[in-house]
């Protein structure tokens, strides 16, 4: 659950945060937020890119394309739910 939300975060907006900007969000630990993202990473490939800036610091984001298909989505899932709850 905690690496939806997390995943929830990073298609919220356009920005790359790094994993202390997500730890804050969270009020969780930084080596938390980097566990998840690297299991996230690994059970879905290409679900989440990184950037490192040039100081060093890892920047996370989910790629535009992969945004909006995610969006598409869940507009559709919940749509369904709502006809579901009519019948």
Known sequence: ???KILVGILLSDNLKLSCE???VLMNKNKSTIRGWINSIK???EGLISEVMEDTGKKRYFVNGDIRKRLK???VL???????????
């Open 1 to 3: 659950k905690s690496e």
């Open 21 to 23: 900007d997500v730890a």
């Open 42 to 44: 690994k059970k879905s």
């Open 72 to 74: 598409k989505d869940i």
């Open 77 to 87: 899932k919940k749509k369904r739910k709502i006809r579901n709850k009519r019948s």
